[in-house]
């Protein structure tokens, strides 16, 4: 332990209360900073917007923190899991003169407080919770649960960083912490660095006590300890006890903890030790809205759940009330904290941290400010080679595979892969040829790839692998989500905040990009026929393109060569949250590494080779594409017709960057329209064979000349266990009810191909009866079968995997 | 403790052998069932599919329990957390003569067993997981993580029941597990049934080692004695060792935790005991895929993760893994357990529960057969009287909330509300009058509509108010979810399992019908200013409305009454998801109880009284909305449109039922087209107002005559902390906006009203400069402002709060 001399606890209770009177002025004041004059309705905001409740304990934390990273010098992120205390945290980054620093309009003196208090939650002004605007700040306080799951991934491959970690006890009963917690056995103590959950019960959410602060200290104690932590527990400050007793209590827990943490560390590092550690973790017991009003109107608030928002209403009109604010006000002894030109004085500045250990200003909180590219490899070795022809058959995710072996090769300590126990499923386990599943806990020898350092990491709770990521990206690093298409609706909620910490992201000038947030969902609706319906549902991009054109990318690489072009792509992107669905399942390979590249570049292209149309002239007909199974699907189709109808002009479109199909105007990948009509043409019928819903592709295309002419097949919710192809022709997407659109829609077939049609509704009935007798798909419509290639067993390249091997 | 005598143990372990066969013929054979020839390739299924590894642990404790009921009577619904062992549920429902009553072509004998075999995973038959079509099934296991979460809300009032939930260690994992294991803390031993988890640590996720399999046998029982349970640990099959010393062990441990409930509930129930008990919990430890093949292919299979699906694979052409599977399956010794016809030997039989104690055919498990109608009290006493003209200014959920409270003193024992901490944030709570808030924890003089009973469940987790209501509504009962509009998405996932459920149970026969599931959604996106970006997001209804129409209802009820109008609609129905979006802040009472029923019917109406429009003739323009907050703005552009253009015919159309704009062939409640037409015109402008993103709209009416003349205002991503009219600014949903939309699109007014849209834009930019000043709206905007009503501080009722409570 490295000590720079003690900070004394006056101190730290001074900047508590600083930090506690800046909370107060953000929720009420519009004037009068200072108090110099006697409170006025006037210096009142016309609405008070804010919560207080949680703000004493995390300004206490912060406060207490400060004097250990003055002693220590420690590295230190602070994550408010009660972020909708926003005050405090902006407070805190005021006092520590980071705020002014970044916002340069928002000095550290009077004036600067006077509009610190202002903007917050005002039109024009600052979020109520800690926000991208936030300094120091990686987690939003709205959408409770992620603080604990941000602090790990925060800290992994960051070996000096501590996480001080707030969560509430409201927060603590979310699904995703309550799991959260566990994270203690994936983190290395050796090359990753350390989080303190600090677990501040006060007792009560909106409405309602909370669970963890009304069990026995015996269960509570259980608990943690069967977590896998080593506990503590602090309480303090009720029925009116002086804060300064507080003060020891808590402070001597803290630096305990930050011993044991050194001591774990120096352990591992240093003496070797392998095992899994008992990592510490403080309870932190306090009245919650402790020192604001304790009665208003003669109703307890303070250690209440009354003191969660604004606990003196109407200010402006209730005397009663405004008197109590300046008594609360005062309480704080202001005159104290800040000098005659409002600057916090200088006993308070002399004993805090300085530049980068200001947990504002804590680099590892602005992420891009850390970040280093990632080191991308050749592609070339891994492309499937089609030099004599089309169609080797491969499983497209194992090729990635082995190209992110190479990328964790020469990125050793900045790209990681999460994923829920589905990498290997998902065709990605040759990366365990040069690393390992992270696994703190104990092995056995049938064991496989569990080591203590690993770049993946599998825990089955999608929620867990898209905070580690979301923690991991926004501390300056790289990696990918790997999930089922079906169970990625389980972060929908987290995608939609992370999406919208990006959104806003994007207008703080101070934040610096990160890398992208890439999903790769494989095991899609299309492949889980032996799932069943429950793994069915390609609605994960419908969800998405919710979310502002200028942070959503998606992506459907049609064969394996697209998919490694569309992986670097997106590897090397930065502020994005890219969707890539690609399947497991042996696929033809339809482009060279080249004609990849090309077709990755455009987004849309014509396939020529995979048409009819002849050159120069309109054609009959556009057959659009966007996925691997619908192109496969939409490539027999046009064989079909190619040998029915010789002189039918087909153009073959494949999509593999969806946001093209949206116009330019809507979205920066979107096609000028002319673009788009010079591809889709102006009136010619367009059949879409698509991966998800239909829908979506009417939504991308509504302002398309062309757009009542665009005829989508896709997923259209029908599911079960079957086979690949009954699935197809459950939802009206095989090869055959593409034919029959065709007919149907170009107006001179519609007579004379009728019995073109019902020769290909007759097809569908005798592969349903094929597949019911024999229990699995007919040889004509399996993998490359009626696809324009040679016989595939005769490719280069070739299927690396075709047993019965459906994992989950 | 009630016995009956005693059923031996190896009668338990006859059936665990018959179900374990039974199980692995399911996955593999497709003829010779009974082995009675040798096995052949052709006896094979050409696909093998299905999850064998959990299998044996689900089939031994499915085995046991069937001991306990025959000797206790008790009523248990079994519920298998690892669903995706489908087999065994299936087996076990054939072994108890369910399956052959509720499945007739598939009879309890050899070519009823002949059947099971080959229709599982088979294209035509039925799933490989316990789904709805499983019997005795309300928990499917393919999105893992509701198993214990549905057991609590299937025991809720119904006091005699037990739910025995099998618990995966890989499911264990997940975010709701995790924090399901707290709803210990709301049951009451008194009223409510008891939740059994027996976790089954057999090691193994897909392809990694669990956490909880490998953390010492002393973090294991500190964790869940914290969870608040009294754990018990039983370990065996391990080396080979013998079962029936597995079964002592199993049983003894079930017995004792059977006693310890009867304990508890005899202690609350007749002894008046109030503390909250330590319920029993058992963690199984057995090894994966038990029974099976041990090594296959030189690689150990049973007890590591290579049990989990199909241990042998590809058996037809591997003669090696042929005889290993023979070898496998005369290891169960079919001969001793069927009958030369194949039906399940008579000493099996005696032992075992009959009629609806059985598992399978346990009445709760397929609920709608125990569905009481709710009674549903008359609505007018709590209408908002406009007697004396529209515009009383209301809370609206404060409205349904009274009659919430009526509803449940009307059915005080089989309707429930549950919710995330936001009952009272909604405005729900005064049906506080009339119950409590559910509560086993120890309380506080302060607190408030805590107790023992009461009808409303609130922990911090949408999760688990979801699925609390799909156990309870799957066991026949009635609920009510109410959420923030935004973090629905949290759930998204499980209410994709679940429609899904309610789309493939309406096939199933057997099935009743249940009650809908209903979600009230407040705190919606237009009224979160004060909480900012992170709480705006109105897209669960794009999420909604990709599940199928028949099971799928939307609703925007513009105001107070036809809120309670259609709550009542949706509280009678059976089989519907409906989610209801209603604002909780004062607003405009727009309609009459007998205007807002037959609105409600309609589903979308014209409002004469809002519009300009000429009897007879075709208006100019369409001005629709659906949503509160849209309407209110749209009246108040008619408004401006009727003083500033007075010969402009303006039609004024509401949604309620949204679903109302698909097409008839689309969804059950779609207008017919040429209603439609005549509604909307097949060629006049539209400007719609809407709640949500604006693509929904265009989605829904993408098949209209006039859709290509439907313009669409809506929550365009654009938030931030603010006053409530700037968000409708930000978004161009504002009244102002809305003119000059109808200006623009209506030719005749481009040029001639040029001025009245430049006005109108200069109004915007005084409203916001306005509220940039003064921190709140200008009078002229807010609440009923601007709408043709009289001051609506003339009307009856009026608002019943309009402090500054904004919680959360």
Same mark, same amino acid.
């Given at each position: 332990?490295?000590?720079?001399?003690?900070?004394?606890?006056?101190?730290?209770?001074?900047?508590?209360?600083?930090?506690?009177?800046?909370?107060?002025?953000?929720?009420?004041?519009?004037?009068?900073?200072?108090?110099?004059?006697?409170?006025?309705?006037?210096?009142?905001?016309?609405?008070?917007?804010?919560?207080?409740?949680?703000?004493?304990?995390?300004?206490?934390?912060?406060?207490?923190?400060?004097?250990?990273?003055?002693?220590?010098?420690?590295?230190?992120?602070?994550?408010?899991? =009660?972020?909708?205390?926003?005050?405090?945290?902006?407070?805190?980054?005021?006092?520590?003169?980071?705020?002014?620093?970044?916002?340069?309009?928002?000095?550290?003196?009077?004036?600067?407080?006077?509009?610190?208090?202002?903007?917050?939650?005002?039109?024009?002004?600052?979020?109520?919770?800690?926000?991208?605007?936030?300094?120091?700040?990686?987690?939003?306080?709205?959408?409770?649960?992620?603080?604990?799951?941000?602090?790990?991934?925060?800290?992994?491959?960051?070996?000096?960083?501590?996480?001080?970690?707030?969560?509430?006890?409201?927060?603590?009963?979310?699904?995703?912490?309550?799991?959260?917690?566990?994270?203690?056995?994936?983190?290395?103590?050796?090359?990753?660095?350390?989080?303190?959950?600090?677990?501040?019960?006060?007792?009560?959410?909106?409405?309602?006590?909370?669970?963890?602060?009304?069990?026995?200290?015996?269960?509570?104690?259980?608990?943690?300890?069967?977590?896998?932590?080593? &506990?503590?527990?602090?309480?303090?400050?009720?029925?009116?006890?002086?804060?300064?007793?507080?003060?020891?209590?808590?402070?001597?827990?803290?630096?305990?903890?930050?011993?044991?943490?050194?001591?774990?560390?120096?352990?591992?590092?240093?003496?070797?030790?392998?095992?899994?550690?008992?990592?510490?973790?403080?309870?932190?017991?306090?009245?919650?809205?402790?020192?604001?009003?304790?009665?208003?109107?003669?109703?307890?608030?303070?250690?209440?759940?009354?003191?969660?928002?604004?606990?003196?209403?109407?200010?402006?009109?209730?005397?009663?009330?405004?008197?109590?604010?300046?008594?609360?006000?005062?309480?704080?002894?202001?005159?104290?904290?800040?000098?005659?030109?409002?600057?916090?004085?200088?006993?308070?500045?002399?004993?805090?941290?300085?530049?980068?250990?200001?947990?504002?200003?804590?680099?590892?909180?602005?992420?891009?400010?850390?970040?280093?590219?990632?080191?991308?490899? &050749?592609?070339?070795?891994?492309?499937?080679?089609?030099?004599?022809?089309?169609?080797?058959?491969?499983?497209?995710?194992?090729?990635?595979?082995?190209?992110?072996?190479?990328?964790?090769?020469?990125?050793?300590?900045?790209?990681?892969?999460?994923?829920?126990?589905?990498?290997?499923?998902?065709?990605?386990?040759?990366?365990?040829?040069?690393?390992?599943?992270?696994?703190?806990?104990?092995?056995?020898?049938?064991?496989?790839?569990?080591?203590?350092?690993?770049?993946?990491?599998?825990?089955?709770?999608?929620?867990?692998?898209?905070?580690?990521?979301?923690?991991?990206?926004?501390?300056?690093?790289?990696?990918?989500?790997?999930?089922?298409?079906?169970?990625?609706?389980?972060?929908?909620?987290?995608?939609?905040?992370?999406?919208?910490?990006?959104?806003?992201?994007?207008?703080?000038?101070?934040?610096?990009?990160?890398?992208?947030?890439?999903?790769?969902?494989?095991?899609?609706?299309?492949?889980?026929?032996?799932?069943?319906?429950?793994?069915?549902?390609?609605?994960?991009?419908?969800?998405?393109?919710?979310?502002?054109?200028?942070?959503?990318?998606?992506?459907?690489? =049609?064969?394996?060569?697209?998919?490694?072009?569309?992986?670097?792509?997106?590897?090397?992107?930065?502020?994005?949250?890219?969707?890539?669905?690609?399947?497991?399942?042996?696929?033809?390979?339809?482009?060279?590494?080249?004609?990849?590249?090309?077709?990755?570049?455009?987004?849309?292209?014509?396939?020529?080779?995979?048409?009819?149309?002849?050159?120069?002239?309109?054609?009959?007909?556009?057959?659009?594409?966007?996925?691997?199974?619908?192109?496969?699907?939409?490539?027999?189709?046009?064989?079909?017709?190619?040998?029915?109808?010789?002189?039918?002009?087909?153009?073959?479109?494949?999509?593999?960057?969806?946001?093209?199909?949206?116009?330019?105007?809507?979205?920066?990948?979107?096609?000028?329209?002319?673009?788009?009509?010079?591809?889709?043409?102006?009136?010619?019928?367009?059949?879409?064979?698509?991966?998800?819903?239909?829908?979506?592709?009417?939504?991308?295309?509504?302002?398309?000349?062309?757009?009542?002419?665009?005829?989508?097949?896709?997923?259209?919710?029908?599911?079960?266990?079957?086979? =690949?192809?009954?699935?197809?022709?459950?939802?009206?997407?095989?090869?055959?009810?593409?034919?029959?659109?065709?007919?149907?829609?170009? =107006?001179?077939?519609?007579?004379?191909?009728?019995?073109?049609?019902?020769?290909?509704?007759?097809?569908?009935?005798?592969?349903?009866?094929?597949?019911?007798?024999?229990?699995?798909?007919?040889?004509?419509?399996?993998?490359?079968?009626?696809?324009?290639?040679?016989?595939?067993?005769?490719?280069?390249?070739?299927?690396?995997?075709?047993?019965?091997?459906?994992?989950?």
């Amino acid at each position: 332990m490295t000590t720079h001399g003690s900070v004394p606890l006056p101190v730290v209770d001074a900047w508590w209360r600083a930090a506690n009177y800046l909370s107060v002025g953000q929720i009420y004041l519009l004037d009068n900073a200072l108090l110099r004059e006697p409170l006025t309705p006037a210096d009142i905001k016309p609405r008070l917007l804010g919560h207080w409740g949680t703000t004493p304990a995390l300004n206490l934390v912060w406060a207490h923190l400060n004097k250990l990273i003055v002693e220590r010098s420690s590295n230190v992120v602070y994550i408010a899991g =009660p972020g909708h205390g926003g005050p405090g945290v902006v407070a805190n980054a005021w006092l520590d003169g980071t705020y002014s620093e970044l916002f340069h309009h928002v000095p550290r003196d009077g004036e600067g407080m006077q509009k610190l208090f202002r903007q917050f939650s005002f039109p024009g002004g600052i979020p109520s919770h800690a926000a991208p605007e936030t300094p120091g700040s990686i987690n939003e306080g709205g959408e409770l649960g992620y603080s604990l799951v941000h602090a790990y991934g925060a800290v992994l491959d960051n070996p000096s960083l501590i996480t001080a970690c707030v969560i509430g006890d409201g927060e603590a009963e979310t699904a995703t912490l309550a799991t959260s917690w566990h994270l203690n056995k994936f983190l290395n103590p050796v090359s990753d660095g350390a989080v303190l959950p600090i677990l501040n019960l006060n007792g009560y959410k909106i409405a309602n006590p909370t669970i963890l602060a009304r069990i026995p200290e015996s269960e509570l104690t259980a608990l943690f300890t069967g977590y896998g932590y080593s &506990p503590r527990i602090v309480s303090g400050g009720f029925d009116g006890e002086d804060p300064m007793l507080v003060h020891e209590r808590f402070q001597a827990a803290l630096a305990e903890a930050f011993d044991d943490i050194e001591a774990i560390q120096r352990a591992a590092r240093v003496d070797g030790v392998t095992e899994r550690p008992a990592w510490p973790m403080i309870v932190l017991r306090t009245p919650k809205g402790w020192t604001g009003p304790k009665v208003v109107d003669g109703l307890p608030v303070e250690n209440t759940w009354r003191a969660h928002q604004v606990p003196l209403s109407n200010v402006r009109d209730n005397p009663e009330h405004l008197a109590q604010l300046e008594e609360w006000l005062r309480g704080y002894r202001p005159e104290e904290l800040f000098d005659d030109q409002g600057r916090p004085v200088e006993f308070l500045d002399g004993d805090q941290p300085v530049g980068d250990l200001r947990m504002s200003a804590n680099p590892n909180a602005n992420g891009g400010l850390l970040l280093r590219s990632l080191s991308l490899p &050749p592609l070339a070795p891994h492309a499937v080679d089609v030099s004599r022809g089309r169609g080797a058959v491969v499983e497209p995710t194992r090729i990635l595979g082995r190209w992110l072996r190479d990328l964790i090769s020469e990125n050793p300590d900045n790209f990681r892969i999460f994923g829920p126990d589905e990498v290997a499923s998902n065709r990605l386990d040759d990366v365990y040829d040069v690393t390992n599943k992270a696994w703190q806990g104990s092995t056995l020898p049938t064991d496989e790839h569990l080591a203590h350092e690993g770049r993946v990491i599998e825990m089955l709770s999608e929620n867990l692998a898209q905070g580690l990521l979301e923690g991991y990206l926004l501390t300056g690093r790289h990696g990918l989500f790997t999930s089922y298409e079906a169970f990625i609706h389980i972060i929908d909620s987290m995608f939609n905040q992370y999406a919208k910490w990006l959104e806003s992201s994007a207008h703080v000038e101070w934040r610096r990009p990160v890398s992208s947030f890439t999903y790769l969902l494989s095991s899609h609706v299309w492949r889980q026929d032996h799932n069943g319906f429950s793994h069915q549902d390609p609605g994960f991009l419908d969800h998405v393109v919710n979310k502002k054109a200028s942070v959503v990318r998606v992506y459907l690489p =049609p064969d394996a060569n697209t998919l490694l072009v569309t992986a670097e792509h997106c590897l090397a992107s930065r502020d994005y949250v890219n969707v890539i669905v690609a399947g497991k399942q042996p696929t033809a390979t339809l482009l060279s590494l080249d004609e990849a590249r090309a077709h990755g570049a455009r987004g849309v292209s014509v396939w020529e080779w995979a048409g009819t149309e002849k050159p120069g002239e309109e054609p009959d007909v556009v057959v659009a594409c966007a996925g691997d199974i619908p192109t496969v699907e939409a490539m027999a189709a046009v064989q079909i017709v190619k040998r029915e109808i010789p002189d039918l002009s087909v153009r073959f479109i494949n999509v593999v960057d969806l946001m093209r199909l949206q116009d330019s105007t809507e979205h920066p990948h979107g096609l000028a329209a002319d673009d788009f009509d010079a591809l889709f043409t102006r009136d010619k019928p367009v059949i879409f064979a698509f991966h998800g819903y239909p829908s979506l592709v009417h939504r991308l295309t509504y302002r398309r000349t062309n757009h009542s002419n665009i005829h989508v097949r896709g997923f259209k919710e029908m599911g079960t266990t079957t086979t =690949p192809f009954d699935m197809l022709m459950l939802n009206d997407l095989d090869r055959f009810r593409i034919v029959m659109d065709i007919v149907h829609r170009v =107006p001179r077939l519609r007579v004379s191909y009728a019995g073109l049609s019902q020769r290909m509704d007759d097809e569908r009935y005798a592969h349903r009866a094929y597949t019911r007798e024999h229990g699995e798909d007919a040889p004509d419509v399996v993998g490359s079968a009626g696809l324009p290639f040679a016989d595939p067993s005769s490719q280069p390249g070739g299927v690396d995997d075709t047993g019965d091997d459906n994992a989950r």
